[in-house]
């Protein structure tokens, strides 16, 4: 399983993602220009330049003519995916942490930073609505009270939004009338990730606390418990089989201090029910901060610390392979 390297950003990857169809996989770093790449041959098609601060976040709409990027430089901006031009920008008060396109991809949400005095709040705009756009008036802005929200998604049939927080908690507001449905606590510390199932009924987070977990989406029900050693950054539920693959290692901040084996810098394989690890996949030179699997689930992407994104396709034996019960 000879990985793709795709080496367009000269900082430290922060999100990748594919689109629905899997032609193309999405990236952004802390080096300001979020890129697109073919995924077939990890050719890069070009990158989306206006940002001024590192880009925590992007996602793609389902037809793929949007991109949205949440940044730093304290704005969320709509990209045309073909040309790269910007179609609009949001300008926020601080840092935003986390975006998304709805189901539909006629709405999108994006949430705040707590910073300078300024409360974290999560926004939900209506892309189609001309007036929301020019002033800037969201449908619905839900102020977030208590921890800030690190990574948020669209749950199913686009009525509620789940966020995951930095105290490890999870909650689930409704899009309508913007209260707070449920709200669990499972994890110890920050939630890093969230990433839903092809078919959105379930999700997996990832947390500081060295676990991943399984959820169920509507009731937030705790299901799976996939346990490592080191805090895990990003965590993606296979579309084809019952695996799901964590990125993580040991925090950026130590790195220097290990060598890479004791780092634990490698992609790890867990079976989805038996919460059982059966494989790994070495090769970056730092901790995984975003792992992505391929939509018909025949390869995945993570992209770490060192600014590489790899691309790996699955040998024959990975789709023979059956855990015996």
């Keep these: 399983m000879k990985p793709l390297m795709l080496q367009g950003h000269t900082r430290a990857i922060t999100q ?22 073919y995924a077939i041959n990890g050719e890069r098609l070009g990158t989306y330049n206006g940002h001024n601060g590192a880009v ?38 601080n840092a935003v942490r986390a975006c998304g396109f709805s189901y539909s991809g006629d709405m999108i949400m994006f949430c705040t930073d707590r910073q300078m005095g300024y409360n974290p709040s999560l926004d939900i705009y209506d892309i189609r609505a001309g007036e929301q756009l020019a002033n800037n008036a969201p449908l619905l802005s839900i102020p977030i009270e208590g921890p800030k929200v690190t990574s948020a998604v669209w749950g199913g049939l686009d009525e509620y939004i789940i966020t995951g927080h930095e105290s490890g908690e999870f909650s689930q507001f409704d899009v309508k009338s913007g209260e707070r449905v449920r709200n669990v606590r499972v994890h110890s510390k920050q939630i890093n990730d969230i990433q839903l199932n092809k078919d959105r009924t379930m999700f997996v ?28 950054n990003s965590a993606a539920i296979s579309p084809r089989m019952d695996h799901v693959v964590l990125g993580g290692g040991q925090e950026a901040m130590q790195v220097t201090t290990t060598s890479t084996r004791i780092g634990k810098f490698d992609a790890r394989f867990f079976h989805l029910i038996f919460e059982e690890e059966f494989g790994r996949v070495k090769g970056h030179f730092g901790p995984i901060n975003s792992v992505a699997f391929h939509p018909d689930g025949k390869s995945y992407s993570s992209g770490g610390e060192d600014g590489y994104v790899r691309v790996h396709t699955f040998d024959p034996q990975y789709f023979e392979f059956e855990f015996e019960f």
């Excluded at 037809?63 to 926020?92: M, P, Y």
């Design 205 to 232: 987070s990832a947390s500081k606390d060295t676990n991943a977990m399984l959820f169920d989406a509507d009731s937030l029900d705790h299901l799976k418990t996939y346990k490592t050693e080191r805090p895990v």
């Design 16 to 37: 990748i993602k594919y689109n629905r169809e899997g032609d193309l996989l999405f990236s952004c770093a802390k080096d300001t220009k979020p890129c697109v790449w």
């Design 56 to 93: 925590w976040a992007l996602d793609i709409d389902w037809q793929t003519t949007k991109v949205l990027t949440a940044a730093a430089d304290n704005s969320a901006r709509l990209w045309d995916c073909e040309t790269g031009k910007q179609l609009f920008q949001w300008d926020t008060n």
